[in-house]
């Protein structure tokens, strides 16, 4: 395949003068690992040009093997169906700027794409992809820490770098879907008892600190009586509106202002474990269409503001003291049940470059099959982020 191919290189290249300077095209024509990618591109009429002409860019180019696993997902059919979804996912495989892998280390970097369309996404700057080498991959991950490897890095062409990935990236979803794919059931249904799904969902820029189905549990007696408004502050001290905070952006010692209005302190410790309050992040940088989730192993106490971590524990404490455990999960009767399950084997994002440790195997680290993972991109995904 790629000997037959080189003829047709080669005339590109004399066409194009410098073998590293080829037009997009030329450069995905030539590529037998892009057919796929290169089909879908040149069936758009305009796109291939519009991308083309684009300067200071680096695309990840999802493979023919990317491709297949896309299209053969009983959901990918929705692909022709639904256009708009169609450009934001090309947009959002599109970063703003020359990355050449030499720049991505095993500090998590947060590359903002060319997504900006307000129905996908509304993070400013355009929805990121997180980048970081795991051993010596190079990996992006992207909505439900879904991740992409590269298998070919750093081709040329006019407008900036490709590289190749193993697998299409997953649109960030809105922060209710997430948590139900992550089974984060728990906050989920709370935020619904307190009527500010939609507020989580569409506030541009949220950084949400979301504690675990576990966490609520372990102080359900503190939750039981509360009242709406009382529940709504517990809530929004999780919310910090205005910044979506990356791992990367979390300092040991920074103060926070949450929407509930109180602060809250981030503590990292020597081995590099992040707490906020007492609560130690367990799965960091879940995106999501308005920010970024991070998981807690705590509930947050607005009233406990003070609250700090033992250092170097293995885990955090709570913000409610002198609380016990319920039987049931709180807050997640009537509430839609995951259908997926947490994937041990995955090694989650990695070091950050606060040192954010790789998840531990009984994180909330959302996972998906194929199947569900096409129905979240081009299904459930698109229901919530168009807006029904
Ligand atoms: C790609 O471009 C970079 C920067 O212009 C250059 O350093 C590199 O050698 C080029 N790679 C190839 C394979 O030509
Ligand atoms: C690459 O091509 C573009 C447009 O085709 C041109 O403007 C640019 O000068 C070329 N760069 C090199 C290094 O030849
Ligand atoms: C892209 O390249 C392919 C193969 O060389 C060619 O068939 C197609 O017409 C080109 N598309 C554009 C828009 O130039
Ligand atoms: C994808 O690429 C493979 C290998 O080149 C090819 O057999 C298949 O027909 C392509 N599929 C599409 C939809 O272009
Ligand atoms: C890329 O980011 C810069 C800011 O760093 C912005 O001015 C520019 O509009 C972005 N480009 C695209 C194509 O989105
Ligand atoms: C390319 O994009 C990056 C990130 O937006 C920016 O920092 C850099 O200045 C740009 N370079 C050029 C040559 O436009
Ligand atoms: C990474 O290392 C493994 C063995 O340690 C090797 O099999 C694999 O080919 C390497 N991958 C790359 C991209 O270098
Ligand atoms: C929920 O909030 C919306 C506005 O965000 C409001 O219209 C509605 O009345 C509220 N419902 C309840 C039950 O408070
Ligand atoms: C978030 O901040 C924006 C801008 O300051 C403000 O308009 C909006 O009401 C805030 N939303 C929440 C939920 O605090
Ligand atoms: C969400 O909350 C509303 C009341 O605000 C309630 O009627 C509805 O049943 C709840 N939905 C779920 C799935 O719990
Ligand atoms: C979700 O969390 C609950 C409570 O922590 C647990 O019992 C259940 O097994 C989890 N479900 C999945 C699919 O992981
Ligand atoms: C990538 O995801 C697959 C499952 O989809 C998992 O087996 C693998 O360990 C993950 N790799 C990394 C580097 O997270």
Redesign the pocket.
């Known amino acids: 395949m790629q000997l037959t191919l080189l003829p047709l290189l080669f005339l590109a290249n004399y066409a194009f003068t410098q073998s590293t300077n080829q037009t997009l095209n030329a450069t995905l024509s030539g590529n037998s690992q892009l057919s796929n990618l290169t089909t879908f591109l040149n069936a758009s009429p305009g796109l291939i040009q519009a991308l083309g002409q684009t300067q200071n860019i680096t695309i990840l180019a999802p493979n023919n093997d990317a491709f297949s696993a896309l299209l053969s997902s009983s959901a990918g059919g929705a692909l022709a169906s639904d256009s708009g979804l169609v450009s934001a996912l090309l947009q959002y495989h599109v970063l703003n700027g020359t990355y050449p892998a030499s720049m991505i280390t095993n500090m998590s970097m947060f590359i903002p794409t060319l997504l900006m369309n307000e129905s996908y996404s509304s993070v400013t700057g355009g929805q990121r992809v997180e980048a970081v080498m795991i051993?010596?991959?190079t990996v992006f991950y992207s909505g439900l820490l879904q991740n992409s490897t590269?298998?070919q890095a750093n081709i040329n062409f006019t407008g900036g770098i490709i590289h190749v990935v193993d697998s299409v990236l997953t649109l960030p979803i809105s922060v209710s879907e997430t948590a139900s794919t992550a089974n984060l059931t728990s906050i989920r249904g709370a935020l619904n008892a307190t009527n500010l799904t939609s507020i989580i969902n569409e506030t541009p820029d949220l950084t949400i600190f979301a504690p675990t189905n576990g966490a609520f549990q372990s102080i359900g007696s503190a939750l039981a009586n509360l009242s709406v408004s009382d529940l709504a502050d517990i809530l929004t001290y999780h919310v910090v509106n205005g910044t979506v905070a990356y791992s990367a952006s979390l300092m040991n010692g920074t103060s926070i202002q949450t929407v509930q209005g109180g602060n809250i302190t981030i503590t990292i410790d020597a081995n590099g474990t992040v707490f906020v309050n007492s609560a130690k992040v367990i799965t960091p940088n879940v995106l999501v269409a308005n920010g970024v989730v991070h998981v807690i192993d705590n509930v947050l106490n607005p009233n406990a503001t003070s609250a700090r971590p033992t250092l170097s524990a293995t885990s955090g404490a709570p913000g409610f003291t002198g609380a016990s455990s319920v039987s049931d999960v709180p807050f997640t009767s009537g509430q839609p049940t995951p259908t997926t399950t947490v994937n041990p084997t995955s090694k989650g994002p990695g070091p950050a470059s606060t040192g954010v440790g790789s998840s531990s195997t009984g994180a909330a680290i959302p996972m998906m099959t194929g199947a569900v993972r096409m129905g979240a991109l081009f299904g459930a995904g698109a229901a919530v982020l168009v807006g029904y």
């Open positions: 051993g010596n991959e590269v298998t």
